[in-house]
Every structure is written in C-alpha cells, then in structure tokens.
C-alpha cells in the first residue's frame, strides 16, 4: 500500500511502527510488520535503541508477570529473526 514501515513517527519517542507495536506487547502485530518487510535495525532518535533494546527493556521491567511473559516473547522472536 506504499506505507514506509520504517518511517519515524513523531509520536512516542520518534520511534517506527515496529517500536510502537513492542510497545503495546503484541506479538501478532510485531509479526505482521515484520511481515511487511520492517527493519530490525532502525533505531529511535530518543534513546538510538532499535525494536529488540525496547523488547528487552520491556521483559525486565514490566510490572505483571502476565506483561513480562508477553515481552519475554517478543523478544525471542526478534532475536530469532
């Protein structure tokens, strides 16, 4: 659909569509924009961390187990990728 799936968006942390979608813990929607050909080495112009350093952020800092499983996940398949 012509979508740069790397862009930087304004929004939070002037982060791509992949760090956004870490953020929200969903791994259907990391895999769907992995899918779309996103990069795994873009990085944010916050903190120059790329989608896995926010993963793995997230793992060992989210507050329910629940959460942290959630991120454990993600972070595996963006290693694995």
Same mark, same amino acid.
């Given at each position: 659909?012509?979508?740069? /799936?790397?862009?930087?968006?304004?929004?939070? &942390?002037?982060?791509?569509?992949?760090?956004?979608? /870490?953020?929200?813990?969903?791994?259907?929607?990391?895999?769907?924009?992995?899918?779309?050909?996103?990069?795994?080495?873009?990085?944010?112009?916050? !903190?120059?961390?790329?989608?896995?350093?926010?993963? &793995?952020?997230?793992?060992?800092?989210?507050?329910?187990?629940?959460?942290?499983?959630? !991120?454990? &996940?993600?972070?595996? !398949?963006?290693?694995?990728?």
């Amino acid at each position: 659909m012509g979508v740069d /799936v790397d862009a930087l968006s304004p929004g939070l &942390e002037h982060a791509s569509l992949l760090h956004n979608a /870490v953020t929200s813990g969903s791994l259907p929607v990391v895999k769907a924009i992995l899918d779309a050909r996103a990069r795994l080495d873009t990085k944010d112009l916050a !903190y120059q961390l790329t989608p896995l350093d926010w993963a &793995e952020w997230y793992a060992r800092n989210a507050a329910s187990d629940g959460k942290r499983k959630q !991120y454990a &996940e993600i972070t595996a !398949y963006l290693r694995d990728r």
